[in-house]
């Protein structure tokens, strides 16, 4: 396995995980869920290619854990970046400043850095703030599809995780 340039922050609700099929305790805590179709593979893809992948998330952390580990995919991440341990929410710069210094990356290593999400508002805005690759993982229904603004613009639209893997690649060749 080669070790690619290219460094992949993924969300987890409804870009990895279908937020539908959460099934919480009574403190809210994700107990299990299943996987938005064809993330599972992407994600074991991604990584057997060599990508770091970085969770950046908003939630609690006993939540992610529980989702990645019940569906086989926690150790695929380098970092899980939680809001409830950072205490700040995407798109707060802090979120991508501890997803970057949690796998050493500095200011100079933005540009390599792609941010796949499905929130406009949240993820798209963060990395764009950040000058991150956005990519928007437009799945779910349950989440506005248009830009309410310039900074809710992505690079990239995708409609299924396994598109990512064909544009990871050619983000990577351009590197």
């Given at each position: 396995m080669d070790c690619k340039?290219?460094?992949i922050f993924l969300d987890s609700g409804d870009t990895l995980i279908d937020e539908s099929t959460e099934v919480r305790d009574k403190a809210g805590?994700?107990?299990r869920a299943q996987m938005v179709?064809?993330?599972y593979k992407t994600v074991r893809t991604l990584a057997e290619r060599g990508y770091t992948l970085v969770l950046v998330a908003d939630g609690e952390?006993?939540?992610f854990q529980h989702s990645l580990t019940q569906n086989g995919m926690y150790q695929y991440f380098s970092a899980l970046i939680v809001s409830e341990i950072i205490r700040a929410r995407?798109?707060?710069p802090r979120m991508f400043q501890a997803a970057m210094g949690a796998v050493n990356l500095g200011d100079h290593d933005r540009g390599r850095i792609v941010m796949v999400g499905n929130n406009l508002s949240?993820?798209?805005r963060g990395a764009n703030q950040m000058g991150f690759t956005s990519v928007f993982l437009d799945w779910s229904p349950r989440y506005p599809k248009e830009p309410?603004?310039?900074l809710e613009k992505p690079n990239y639209v995708l409609h299924t995780p396994p598109d990512l893997l064909?544009?990871?690649d050619r983000l990577e060749r351009k590197l």
């Open positions: 340039k290219l460094v805590i994700v107990q179709p064809g993330a952390f006993l939540s995407k798109p707060d949240r993820d798209i309410a603004n310039e064909a544009l990871a």
